[in-house]
């Protein structure tokens, strides 16, 4: 089962930011926040992910909170083309080792859809 | 490199039938991931292979299905005797072992079993 809750659905208009929310409560202290988008017919695009300071590139900002146990993931001026499914997926760190909890698997929830309105 | 490439985009088969899709990952990715995605959910973990060899199975990978990377390059999956329950969309995805940024994803596969 997925380790997170999002909200099922947001709008935003374009050009505003979008602020897309994350809950992971239980997350543990080897487990990072990704964050993976899906637009329409095609697979999931990789966005950011981040352990526990704030993490910004070329698509978006995640912001974690000091307790791990909610992120936020920032689109700064949202387009239309961002409308898609974007979803929140925590994942433990030590990607080859099994006996500390790794795996290679993502365990996608159902994410958020997000709207960007003209 | 275009990313990664899975063939073919929308296969129709009738029930009882055998179907094979192919996925050619991003040539310098040693890591492979095969994901099954049903309308209205996220992906689903089928089974991830690092070169040649298959390192995790999900248990939704029944005995119908088999997936293989023979030379560590393009990988196959296989679904025996094809019910109307494994209609879905196939997805593959690839990654490097020493960058952790995500998986690149191709577009999938569209299965229809009818």
């Known amino acids: 089962d997925a380790k997170t809750t999002q909200p099922p659905s947001m709008d935003c208009a374009e050009g505003r930011a979008a602020n897309l929310p994350c809950n992971h409560s239980?997350?543990?202290?080897?487990?990072?926040v990704y964050w993976y988008r899906q637009i329409h017919s095609q697979g999931p695009q990789y966005i950011i992910h981040g352990l526990k300071n704030n993490e910004t590139n070329e698509m978006a900002s995640l912001i974690i909170t000091e307790d791990r146990k909610s992120s936020t993931l920032i689109l700064p001026h949202a387009t239309l083309r961002d409308t898609a499914v974007y979803y929140c997926i925590v994942r433990v760190a030590d990607r080859g080792t099994r006996s500390q909890g790794g795996s290679e698997k993502l365990v996608f929830g159902k994410g958020t859809k997000l709207t960007v309105n003209p | 490199d275009t990313g990664v490439s899975q063939n073919p985009r929308h296969k129709i088969t009738k029930r009882g039938q055998n179907v094979t899709f192919r996925c050619d990952p991003i040539?310098?990715?040693?890591?492979l991931y095969w994901y099954r995605q049903t309308l209205g959910q996220g992906p689903e973990f089928l089974t991830y292979?690092?070169?040649?060899?298959?390192?995790?199975k999900s248990r939704l990978l029944s005995d119908r299905f088999s997936a293989e990377r023979p030379k560590g390059s393009f990988s196959t999956l296989e679904i025996q005797r094809t019910e109307q329950g494994d209609s879905a969309m196939y997805l593959c995805a690839s990654s490097l072992d020493h960058r952790d940024t995500g998986y690149t994803f191709g577009s999938g596969t569209r299965l229809t079993v009818v």
């Open positions: 292979f690092q070169n040649e060899a298959q390192l995790e």
């Open positions: 040539s310098e990715h040693n890591r």
């Open positions: 239980t997350i543990s202290g080897n487990e990072y």
